[in-house]
């Protein structure tokens, strides 16, 4: 039996969770309910060695360090605009964890079970257990699978070939059926197998998804691995596990349906819409119908002389590590009188609130960032938008055309405005792959090059004026 | 209440927990809050410590010793990459910060 004080210590960890939770939802005690639950963690973490009589302890200790230094080393090191695929990493190794620790115990309970000849574990167990090692494995090969689409090693476009729902319901239908015969005849083998069709499960999961959708399946796929470690925490017969993964996973389902509704598409039409409707793909290909393009100078004029302008910041614009040029070029705007705000898409970059922490990189206040709803109305009084490194947010494709993947996407009404200037490296689409339709019209101009370089010289034009 | 029963409730009561206590947050911290999230479940490190502590094939414990690491990976650099992020939202907010504030720390 476990002591009373190990019990109570493991549920002031809990407790310490809910309030990490709670703390990161709101922007004032962010950073401390983060903290926080960096505490509770080690906390828990540090209580078997206190009163189990555990062995290998040396070993364990070693593979602390060896995680902790590549758990450190690659959270410094990460770059903001890689931040989704770093997440997207550290979830999949997480839910790896959780099928290896399932898969052990599940050797340890079939060795018991023989040594008495009885076995004394129940049904559920053997459940929770089968359970926690498909979706461990279906959390480790799908995050493996986005982390390759978002780090460009794979097309990020979605991915689906004939049989592949066939496939995907045969493994699955496996994969219950295995679950069935871990109840019924436990078997170690059944649990690598096991384990071997979670894998391709979540390979199959997230290859027709594409594009703008990875992120929202890597939310999803945390809450996945959130209840893998509730399952674990029940075989294990751990409650802070338990109640750690079940918060997770109850959140993480939640802010997965937030992240959908904020790009008007339901997690269904994410997960399987391109097998649905294959055709509806755009051509990922540059287009050579004529458009009008200007140099920096004539830009410049444009956007020192008008009274109020948008800047609707993209991915590009962080890839390209431009935000301090484009900070520096709003701060002389605004010291010319101009009056500047910057219009944050949800799904901004590349995963909902990533924009606003490559924005907060570059330092620029809070106040200016205004979000799609608050801004909407005001693009009509606005004489110029600048799009910087944006395409698929301002594509009013998502309004007007049905076949379009973005069709239903709320989007930024940057048309409405008087004049619009897109800057781009080149008429390559967006991450969505199709075509921007604003981009030939009338009221467009464009500014060719590289972000941060176009910026510098845009900045200098404005500065001379 | 049978054993099953107790674990039910308290995941069941965990359910509405997990979901009331980010059923406000902005959209601006999104991607904060799901990194934070993700860093939590990495207290699957707890399991993996208590399993290979207990393991005695030197198979088991190699497997227990992955499972360490991989759990380890995900919790520390899950808090550690959540705070960085965290980080640039609590700086003064005040356009004449130190220009080079965001490069320092590339």
Redesign the interface.
Known sequence: MTPTWVQLAYLACAVCFILALKGLSGPRTARAGNLLGAAAAVVACAIPFVHLDLDHVPLILGAIAVGTGVGVLGARRVRMTQMPQMVALFNGVGGGAAALVALLELAHMISVADRLGVDPYNWFVYAATAFTIVVGAVSFSGSAVTFAKLQELMSARPVVFPGLPIAFAVALLAAVALSVLTVTAPALWVGIVLAVLGLAIGVLLVLPVGGADVPIVISLLNAFTGLTVAAGGYVLGSTVLLVAGTLVGAAGTFLTLLMARAMGRSVAHILFGALRGGSTLGAGEASDRPVRSAGPDDVAILLGYASRVIIVPGYGLAVAQAQHTLRELVDVLGARGVGVDYAIHPVAGRMPGHMNVLLAEAQVPYEQLKEMDDINGEFVHTDVVLVVGANDVVNPAARTSPDAPIYGMPILDADHARQIVFMKRSMRPGFAGIENELLFDPKTTLLFGDAKDTLGKLLSAVKAL | MSE?VV?LT??VL??????E????????????????????????????????????HWF??T?????????????????????????????P???A???D???E??
């Open positions: 099953p674990w308290i995941f965990s359910v509405f927990v997990g979901i206590v980010i059923s406000k947050v902005s959209s601006t911290l999104h991607t904060p809050l799901m990194s934070g999230a993700n860093a939590i479940h990495g207290i699957i490190l707890l399991g993996a410590i208590v399993v290979t502590g207990g393991a005695d088991a414990i497997i227990g010793l992955i499972a360490i690491v991989l759990a380890a990976i995900n919790m520390v650099g899950g808090f550690v990459v959540t705070d960085r992020m965290l980080q640039m939202f609590s700086t907010q005040r356009p910060a130190r220009p504030g965001g490069t720390r590339r």
